[in-house]
């Protein structure tokens, strides 16, 4: 008989470790797999198989909403009049940047 080799008894202990994987592997897919099957089941006996139906009505618009804050614009600008006219020249579109002369 031949004394076993360290190689031999590593590749002993991974291929235990690996059925062991395996066999849990399977067994936390079965269990998933009757949880499944037991949720589907509970669902189709308490499910409304027509869906939810909710009666409308119209309510008064007497109230008013009042909720609590404040508006502030974040930057206050002064907005003028226009003028009667035409423009001779157009320099810059509206919104571009422009320097003081």
Not at 11 to 18: G, K, N, Y
Not at 59 to 87: C, F, K, W
Request: net charge positive; with cysteine.
């Amino acid at each position: 008989m031949q004394p076993r080799g360290k190689g031999s008894r590593v590749f002993t202990i991974l291929f235990v470790i690996v059925i062991v994987l395996v066999v849990l592997g399977a067994v936390t897919l079965f269990q998933r797999r009757a949880q499944y099957q037991a949720l589907a089941k509970e669902t189709e006996t308490l499910g409304d198989p027509h869906g939810g139906r909710v009666s409308c009505s119209v309510e008064s618009a007497e109230e008013d909403l009042v909720l609590p804050g404040a508006m502030q614009a974040y930057v206050e600008s002064p907005i003028y009049a226009r003028t009667n006219g035409y423009l001779k020249k157009w320099y810059h579109d509206i919104g571009s940047r422009v320097r003081q002369r």
